[in-house]
């Protein structure tokens, strides 16, 4: 059994920061990428930022800038700092990462999916 569980989501005005952070644990063998998507009512979940293992990034060009997606390995934490938020931020902000349960490298990657965190921007 494999859980994300995210944190950090919450109510913030426009131009402000919040800290998304994304533990895994349970019966983990490694993890690949790691990142965060976010999905509003009626859309489809798209990608806002991921980081692999050895820390290359991806990023969504509206957040460009003004995100940045960290990991720490030893913790199985995923981050998503978010400075000079917008309205059009508002969202609920998912994170994923693949991972294996088992050390057979022949098995695929596995997605897991955190619950949710809702975040929203004031203006």
């Known amino acids: 059994q494999v859980q994300l569980v995210e944190s950090g989501g919450g109510l913030v005005q426009a131009g402000g920061s919040l800290r998304l952070s994304c533990a895994a644990s349970g019966s983990i063998f490694s993890i690949n990428a790691m990142g965060w998507y976010r999905q509003a009512p009626g859309k489809q979940r798209e990608l806002v930022a991921l980081i692999t293992t050895g820390g290359n990034t991806i990023y969504a060009d509206s957040v460009k800038g003004r995100f940045t997606i960290s990991r720490d390995n030893a913790k199985n934490t995923v981050y998503l700092q978010m400075s000079s938020l917008k309205p059009e931020d508002t969202d609920v902000y998912f994170c994923?990462?693949?991972?294996?349960?088992?050390?057979?490298?022949?098995?695929?990657?596995?997605?897991?999916w955190g619950q949710g965190t809702q975040v929203t921007v004031s203006s």
């Open positions: 994923a990462a693949d991972i294996r349960t088992t050390r057979d490298i022949g098995v695929p990657w596995n997605r897991y």
